[in-house]
C-alpha cells in the first residue's frame, strides 16, 4: 500500500491545490529528484567523461552511477545497453536511421501508436524500399494475436509497437509479439513511453530489442530520456550523431567508435537530467513499481466508473479495469475536449489533456473522433478524494 502522506509531501508543488491529472503527458518531480539535480550545479559542476579534476571525475561518477541504476530499473544485463538521449522520440528516431532500410522488406506496427512511433516509420518507408504494415485492435484497445501472425511474416524487419496506449491506457502483449516476430527474425522496437512510468519494466523478460523511454513521464527530469539496446544489436546500432565523447580514436582519414552507451550520447550530455534520472528511477524502486500499478488500477477502475454515471459522456479504452494502466480517455456529449478541459481547469482547479494526444491514426480510424478526447491520467501521488472531485467537476461540466 503506498503512503500517500508520505508521498504527496515529496511533491510541494501539490500544494498550489491544482488536481494534476495530466501525467500521461508529463508528470511532476519530487524534491530527491530536484535536489540531486541540484547537488550537480552546487557540488561539482563540470563536464564528464574529459576531465581528471575532483569535479569531472565525481560527475562523471554520479553520471555513470545514473546509467547503472536507470538499466537496473528495466531491467537491462548492463549499463552499457541503455544510452542516453532527449527523449522516446529520439530513441525511436535512432532506431529508424540505424536499420538503413535500403534492401526493402516490411515495418509492422499499430494503429494506436503515438505519432513518434508512427511517423518515423512512414518517413523510412518514404525514403526506402519498405512498406509498412498497421495492425489494428478492437474499440477496446485489444489486440487479436491473429492479426500480428497475418502481418509479421518472413519479409518482417521490424516491429514497432507501444507497451500501453498513451489515448486508450489499454496494456499492449508485447512479450507475445516479441516471440512471433523473432520467430519470423525480425526486431522489435518498444516505445516505453507510457509502460516504464506505469507499469513494472523486464526488458530481458520481454525479449526487446530496443526500448525507448522518457524521463519527464517518470518523476524525472525534462530532457532526457533512456534508449535500451540489447546486447546482440548493441555494435550494429548506428548513433544518431557522434563527434565529442563518442570515439575512441580518431586520425586524419578515420575514426574509431568508443564503446557503449559513450558512442551513442554525443556531445555534451544534459548531465544534471541524466544524474536527476537516476534519482526518479531510486524513488520508484523504493515505492515499488507493483505498488504503483496497482494504484493507477484502482483510481482508473474508479474514473472509468464514475464517468460511465455521468449522462452523456462517453469513455474509450478498455473496460476491464486489469488492462488499463492509470489513463482514460472521454468525451462529454457534443463538447469540443479542449472546451471540456479548460472548464476543469479555470473552474475546478483539475489538469487534463484534450486534443488528439499526438495519435491522429487512432483518432481518425478506430473512433472517427479527429478533435480528439478529453484525457485523464494519474499517478502514484493522486489519491480517491482527487478522483472524486474530479468526478464532480465532470458532472457539473455534463449538466
Ligand atoms: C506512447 C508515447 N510515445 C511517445 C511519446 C513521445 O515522448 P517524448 O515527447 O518524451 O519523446 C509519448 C508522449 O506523450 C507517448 O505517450
Not at 530520456?225 to 580514436?249: A, R
Request: proline share 4%; charged share 25%.
Amino acid at each position: 500500500m503506498l503512503d500517500l502522506d508520505a508521498i504527496r509531501r515529496d511533491f510541494p508543488i501539490l500544494e498550489k491545490g491544482v488536481i494534476y491529472f495530466d501525467n500521461a503527458a508529463s508528470s511532476l518531480t519530487p524534491e530527491q529528484v530536484v535536489l540531486k539535480e541540484m547537488e550537480f550545479y552546487r557540488e561539482y559542476r563540470a563536464n564528464v567523461e574529459r576531465g581528471v579534476h575532483r569535479f569531472s571525475q565525481m560527475a562523471s561518477e554520479e553520471y555513470e552511477g545514473a546509467h547503472e541504476v536507470v538499466a537496473d530499473f528495466i531491467g537491462a544485463p548492463s549499463a552499457d545497453c541503455v544510452a542516453m538521449l532527449r527523449n522516446t522520440t529520439e530513441g525511436l528516431n535512432l532506431v529508424a536511421n540505424s536499420l538503413g532500410f535500403e534492401e526493402g522488406g516490411k515495418i509492422v506496427t499499430t494503429v494506436i501508436e503515438h505519432h513518434s512511433n508512427f511517423i518515423t516509420w512512414l518517413r523510412v518507408a518514404r525514403r526506402s524500399g519498405c512498406s509498412v504494415e498497421v495492425v489494428r485492435p478492437d474499440r477496446e484497445g485489444r489486440f487479436d494475436m491473429a492479426d500480428f501472425e497475418a502481418a509479421i511474416d518472413d519479409s518482417t524487419r521490424l516491429v514497432a509497437v507501444t507497451r500501453v496506449s498513451n489515448v486508450l491506457g489499454c496494456k499492449v502483449p508485447v512479450k507475445e509479439i516479441v516471440s512471433l516476430a523473432h520467430e519470423h527474425g525480425a526486431l522489435v522496437v518498444e516505445d516505453g513511453a507510457q509502460g516504464v512510468p506505469h507499469l513494472p519494466t523486464d526488458v530481458m523478460d520481454s525479449g526487446v530489442d530496443f526500448m525507448a523511454f522518457s524521463g519527464h513521464k517518470m518523476l524525472g527530469p525534462t530532457g532526457v530520456g533512456g534508449l535500451y539496446i540489447c546486447e546482440e544489436e548493441l555494435y550494429k546500432t548506428e548513433p544518431l550523431s557522434i563527434g565529442g565523447g563518442t570515439i575512441s580514436d580518431v586520425s586524419l582519414d578515420g575514426y574509431e567508435l568508443a564503446v557503449a552507451p559513450l558512442r551513442f550520447e554525443a556531445g555534451t550530455p544534459a548531465i544534471a537530467q541524466v544524474i536527476g534520472l537516476g534519482e526518479a528511477c531510486r524513488y520508484l524502486d523504493r515505492v515499488g513499481m507493483g505498488e504503483v500499478e496497482v494504484w493507477d488500477e484502482k483510481l482508473s477502475a474508479r474514473i472509468v466508473e464514475g464517468l460511465l454515471e455521468i449522462d452523456g459522456v462517453e469513455i474509450y479504452g478498455p473496460s476491464e479495469p486489469r488492462d488499463r494502466v492509470g489513463i482514460v480517455s472521454f468525451n462529454v456529449g457534443e463538447m469540443n475536449s479542449h472546451d471540456v478541459a479548460l472548464s476543469l481547469d479555470t473552474e475546478y482547479d483539475i489538469a487534463v489533456r484534450s486534443g488528439h494526444h499526438c495519435a491522429l491514426p487512432l483518432m481518425k480510424e478506430l473512433f472517427k473522433l479527429p478533435e480528439g478526447t478529453v484525457r485523464a491520467s494519474i499517478y502514484l501521488y493522486n489519491t480517491l478524494d482527487e478522483v472524486e472531485r474530479f468526478l464532480g467537476g465532470v458532472e457539473d461540466v455534463a449538466g
